[in-house]
């Protein structure tokens, strides 16, 4: 019996305590993606029963016209991948999205967008050079040539342009009603805006060159070179800086499961269970990780040569809720079809089965009645 990831170790009287040990993070397994080694995955997205990552040809560290050769790869297990057919002349792609029943990808000189993944379909914002996309507000929001553009159905857009001199945004993520973007440039730093259009400068700090960012439990996580992670819980408006504990390069950060998971250079991969305190995990490669996702259970890592990696299960127990005397309630976080375990303690050192579940949707509730008369219980779930 293997632990998987214990996001919270949780008893009657509401307190949490983290405890780490042996789980799903600490295994990456290698997949092919039948991609030459001269192309890179740059982002991923899970939608639709689907993992969904793009990428093309490598481009310039700086920048250049080069617009590269595009490719979209699709898996619906985060194991086996399939390269899809997209446009000929489509350049390399930069960034993927998911909104309700559409995909959206952007890049080099060109935006696409697919209903499944599968097929994919040319879509104009009207400009060359898309970097990033995030869905909030009822809308996809892509940067594209230094301006924003907006459209509720991946077809029709409007041009709003990006009131930041001389910047680009290289990342979006969405929560809480608030875009939070990563921007690039001569203003090198990170803005927010309510609607995706009006945009304020919330954070820059000399030598601190923000990436990625994302959004999960109320906390908008950005990080960076240098191995730089800030977090913010007030809509992105201020910033704390969290201690790492690497000088690598840092390129792409998401949020599932209960968990925060940052990847970037020399296959760095770093977790968090509150965007604050992190530790390094074992990626058992060296390549760029560019970007990471979440979906059915697991994390998937995609980055140069077309290198990608499924992490183990990762599980999450929530908070309970106490519907009687002995009887309280969960939710579980998991892949559909993993086998777990419920266990409970008094003492955190002794562990007693409860109940075994096999989970057949990615979030499962259930209760559990307890005879033990004890003030205090912990419960952990296990794999089986």
């Given at each position: 019996?293997?632990?998987?990831?214990?996001s919270?170790i949780l008893?009657?009287?509401?307190?949490?305590?983290?405890?780490w040990?042996?789980d799903?993070?600490?295994?990456?397994?290698?997949?092919?993606?039948g991609l030459?080694?001269?192309n890179w995955l740059?982002?991923i997205?899970?939608?639709?029963?689907?993992f969904?990552?793009?990428?093309?040809?490598?481009l310039p560290?700086?920048?250049g016209s080069?617009?590269g050769?595009g490719?979209i790869?699709?898996?619906?297990?985060?194991?086996?991948?399939?390269?899809?057919?997209i446009?000929s002349g489509?350049?390399?792609?930069?960034?993927v999205n998911?909104g309700?029943?559409?995909f959206?990808a952007?890049?080099?000189?060109?935006?696409?967008?697919s209903?499944?993944g599968?097929?994919?379909?040319?879509?104009?914002?009207?400009?060359y050079g898309?970097?990033?996309?995030s869905y909030?507000?009822?809308?996809?929001?892509?940067e594209c040539?230094?301006s924003?553009y907006s459209?509720?159905?991946?077809t029709t857009?409007?041009n709003?342009p990006?009131?930041l001199?001389?910047?680009?945004?290289?990342?979006?993520?969405?929560?809480n009603s608030?875009?939070?973007?990563?921007?690039?440039?001569m203003?090198?730093?990170i803005?927010?805006?309510?609607d995706?259009t009006v945009?304020?400068?919330?954070f820059?700090?000399?030598?601190v060159?923000?990436a990625?960012?994302?959004?999960g439990?109320g906390?908008?996580?950005?990080?960076?070179?240098?191995g730089?992670?800030?977090?913010?819980?007030?809509?992105?408006?201020?910033?704390?800086k969290?201690?790492t504990g690497t000088r690598?390069?840092l390129?792409?950060v998401?949020?599932?499961?209960?968990?925060?998971?940052?990847?970037?250079?020399?296959g760095?991969?770093?977790?968090?269970l509150?965007?604050?305190?992190w530790?390094?995990?074992?990626?058992?490669?060296?390549?760029d990780?560019?970007a990471?996702?979440?979906?059915?259970?697991?994390?998937?890592?995609?980055?140069s040569?077309g290198?990608?990696?499924?992490?183990?299960?990762?599980m999450h127990?929530?908070?309970?809720?106490?519907?009687?005397?002995g009887?309280?309630?969960?939710?579980?976080?998991?892949p559909v079809?993993q086998?777990?375990?419920i266990?409970?303690?008094?003492?955190l050192?002794?562990?007693?089965?409860?109940?075994?579940?096999?989970l057949a949707?990615p979030?499962?509730?259930?209760?559990?009645i307890s005879s033990?008369?004890?003030?205090?219980?912990?419960?952990q779930?296990v794999s089986?």
């Open positions: 019996m293997k632990r998987i990831l214990l919270s008893f009657l009287l509401f307190f949490a305590r983290t405890c040990g042996a799903g993070l600490d295994i990456w397994t290698l997949h092919s993606s030459p080694s001269t740059y982002d997205a899970y939608g639709n029963d689907r969904v990552a793009v990428g093309g040809s490598q560290p700086f920048g080069f617009p050769a490719l790869a699709t898996s619906a297990d985060g194991t086996n991948w399939f390269q899809r057919t446009s489509t350049g390399t792609l930069l960034a998911r309700p029943g559409l959206v952007v890049g080099r000189n060109s935006a696409l967008t209903p499944d599968a097929a994919w379909s040319f879509s104009s914002p009207g400009c898309g970097s990033a996309v909030g507000n009822n809308m996809f929001v892509v040539g230094g924003c459209s509720t159905n991946g857009w409007t709003r990006l009131n001199f001389e910047s680009f945004i290289k990342d979006l993520a969405f929560g608030h875009f939070v973007a990563v921007v690039g440039g203003g090198t730093g803005s927010t805006s309510s995706g945009w304020r400068r919330s820059s700090a000399s030598g060159v923000p990625s960012v994302t959004y439990i906390v908008f996580a950005a990080v960076g070179n240098a730089t992670i800030f977090r913010s819980t007030d809509e992105g408006m201020t910033w704390t969290s201690n690598g390069n390129l792409g998401a949020y599932g499961g209960g968990v925060f998971v940052a990847v970037g250079s020399g760095t991969i770093l977790s968090s509150d965007g604050t305190n530790k390094g995990r074992p990626s058992g490669v060296t390549n990780l560019a990471v996702t979440y979906g059915n259970g697991h994390f998937v890592a995609v980055g040569s290198v990608i990696l499924e992490s183990g299960p990762v127990l929530d908070v309970p809720k106490v519907l009687s005397p009887a309280v309630q969960f939710t579980v976080t998991g079809g086998l777990c375990q266990q409970v303690s008094t003492d050192a002794n562990w007693v089965a409860l109940t075994e579940l096999l949707e979030n499962t509730t259930f209760v559990i033990e008369k004890q003030s205090r219980l912990f419960y779930i089986r």
